[in-house]
């Protein structure tokens, strides 16, 4: 197997311009036949590689067909033959089911409406003292709404075959989209979009240099392609174009998120107060009995620790707006999670969902879910369990005097804001009661030939499903007046 280095070394011998030509061909075949070709996520590495070390020793080479399959068949062959694929133990497949997702999973998301309808509650509708349709206009020069209706136009653009085959797309952004943009939003603020999403220059790449030196293991930048859903557009020989569009939808779901956590030092306590807001909202559509935190705070005064929800008397919601950072996602061995997770999973589960029921009852058996914005994929809990909870949950345990399987790792659920959102649709529709579903997805996560590796998956039998949450209709009303 070749190295980084050697791959780092051969990439420096070539002209930018001669393997990025080939890179965007590539891809853009690629579109056109999905089933053929080379793995995206390989094409991206090795863009992102030939932006940051191309042509650094004299005088380049020009780089032909040939070279660049090379070049790529080494990337492959560097991810294929990583330590986290070496040990065939269930545990080890675990972990790389963690990094193959992260790689990978995103690049198949689709896109609803519902999404940018969310955002639009998260970021503008549930107004507090802090304003983060504000904060992001003053470093933007556009409002949240501003940015989904470009964006939208956008994505329309790049799948004409979602309504009709009338158009084509060559990957090319047009004048003639422009144009659409500047009459129906402003030009201003479309030259403000394309700025804040286009690499190619030369701040965009110091960019990608700065995102690099977060991993210490150049082998393992091979796994992270997190870059291109913060910069999809890439501007290359005098043209404008997305570099694929199934970066696309990634970027419509968390740009605004991943811009403001970076750029805003109060955005992560202010939003986090949002997605606890926003899963209220969700609860008061449905039937259920439910009490909050400041409910439990008065029922249960002498409780040190609280959790954000209690459905009926055994279901406890946590809501965290957190993401596995980098490092874990690429290289996901039990201390670097459980020292990523430990303020976040790990206390959400440990120190607060255990208390919390130790105090009501701690004869009964109850279910955890920590809601989270972003896809953790970190499987479930009893995987989970057997990776970084285990310990810490014994130790706090013993020491507090507590029943630890007063909630068993099986009875405890990572749902991200998507998947909850469809959880309260069906409930509303009466489709499910939770209990229910908590149990049949346990007997389904026990078998090796049943289990999925995150919850939405195992809500799939219910599709199509059409999400009327009253909360996001009123946004989809608006949006495009």
């Known amino acids: 197997m070749e190295s980084?280095?050697?791959?780092?070394?051969?990439?420096?011998?070539?002209?930018?311009?001669?393997?990025?030509?080939?890179?965007?061909?590539?891809?853009?075949?690629?579109?056109?036949?999905?089933?053929?070709?080379?793995?995206?996520?390989?094409?991206?590495?090795?863009?992102?590689?030939t932006l940051i070390y191309g042509e650094s020793k004299y005088p380049p080479k020009i780089a032909d067909y040939r070279i660049f399959v090379k070049l790529h068949q080494c990337i492959t062959d560097l991810e294929s033959n990583s330590h986290i694929l070496k040990d065939g133990n269930s545990l080890d497949i675990y972990k790389l089911i963690i990094v193959m997702a992260h790689q990978q999973f995103w690049l198949q998301d689709e896109l609803y409406?519902?999404?940018?309808?969310?955002?639009?509650?998260?970021?503008?509708?549930?107004?507090?003292?802090?304003?983060?349709?504000?904060?992001?206009k003053e470093k933007t020069g556009l409002e949240v709404k501003d940015f989904f209706k470009i964006a939208f136009i956008l994505f329309v653009h790049l799948n004409p075959d979602k309504i009709g085959n009338t158009f084509s797309y060559s990957g090319v952004i047009s004048n003639d989209w422009m144009k659409t943009i500047d009459e129906t939003i402003s030009q201003e603020k479309r030259i403000s979009f394309f700025k804040l999403l286009t690499f190619g220059t030369r701040d965009s790449i110091e960019r990608i240099k700065k995102d690099s030196a977060k991993l210490k293991s150049k082998n393992l930048q091979a796994f992270d392609n997190t870059f291109f859903s913060q910069y999809p557009i890439f501007y290359f020989n005098n043209n404008l174009f997305?570099?694929?569009?199934?970066?696309?939808?990634?970027?419509?779901?968390?740009?605004?998120?991943?811009?403001?956590?970076?750029?805003?030092?109060?955005?992560?306590?202010?939003?986090?107060?949002?997605?606890?807001?926003?899963?209220?909202?969700?609860?008061?559509?449905?039937?259920l009995d439910y009490i909050s935190e400041n409910e439990f705070k008065k029922l249960y005064?002498?409780?040190?620790?609280?959790?954000?929800?209690?459905?009926?008397?055994?279901?406890?919601?946590?809501?965290?707006?957190?993401?596995?950072?980098?490092?874990?996602?690429?290289?996901?061995?039990?201390?670097?999670?459980?020292?990523?997770?430990?303020?976040?999973?790990?206390?959400?589960?440990?120190?607060?969902?255990?208390?919390?029921?130790?105090?009501?009852?701690?004869?009964?058996?109850?279910?955890?879910?920590?809601?989270?914005?972003?896809?953790?994929?970190?499987?479930?809990?009893?995987?989970?369990?057997?990776?970084?909870?285990?310990?810490?949950?014994?130790?706090?345990?013993?020491?507090?005097?507590?029943?630890?399987?007063?909630?068993?790792?099986?009875?405890?659920?990572?749902?991200?804001?998507d998947t909850w959102d469809i959880i309260v649709q069906l409930l509303v529709n009466k489709k499910i009661k939770l209990e229910e579903l908590f149990e049949e997805i346990k007997l389904l996560d026990c078998n090796p030939t049943t289990k999925k590796f995150h919850f939405k998956m195992y809500l799939e039998k219910y599709y199509p499903l059409n999400i009327t949450l009253s909360f996001l209709?009123?946004?989809?009303?608006?949006?495009l007046v």
């Open 4 to 49: 980084f280095n050697y791959i780092r070394n051969r990439i420096s011998e070539y002209t930018k311009k001669s393997l990025l030509d080939i890179a965007v061909r590539v891809l853009k075949n690629s579109e056109k036949n999905p089933s053929k070709g080379f793995p995206l996520f390989s094409i991206l590495t090795l863009i992102k590689w």
């Open 113 to 136: 409406m519902t999404v940018i309808y969310r955002q639009l509650v998260l970021y503008n509708t549930l107004r507090s003292k802090y304003d983060l349709n504000l904060s992001f």
């Open 473 to 479: 209709k009123k946004e989809a009303d608006l949006f």
């Open 242 to 287: 997305v570099l694929h569009k199934a970066l696309f939808p990634n970027t419509i779901r968390h740009y605004i998120y991943d811009y403001l956590k970076e750029s805003d030092t109060s955005f992560s306590e202010e939003f986090g107060k949002r997605l606890e807001k926003y899963i209220h909202l969700g609860l008061k559509e449905t039937e």
């Open 301 to 417: 005064p002498n409780c040190k620790k609280q959790v954000d929800f209690i459905i009926g008397s055994n279901i406890l919601i946590e809501s965290k707006a957190i993401e596995l950072p980098t490092l874990p996602s690429v290289y996901p061995e039990d201390s670097i999670l459980f020292k990523s997770l430990k303020d976040s999973v790990v206390k959400a589960y440990v120190n607060q969902m255990i208390t919390v029921a130790n105090h009501i009852d701690n004869s009964k058996t109850y279910y955890g879910i920590i809601i989270t914005y972003k896809k953790l994929y970190l499987g479930s809990g009893q995987d989970c369990w057997e990776s970084f909870l285990k310990s810490e949950a014994e130790r706090f345990c013993k020491e507090n005097n507590l029943k630890k399987d007063v909630i068993p790792p099986e009875n405890l659920f990572f749902v991200d804001i």
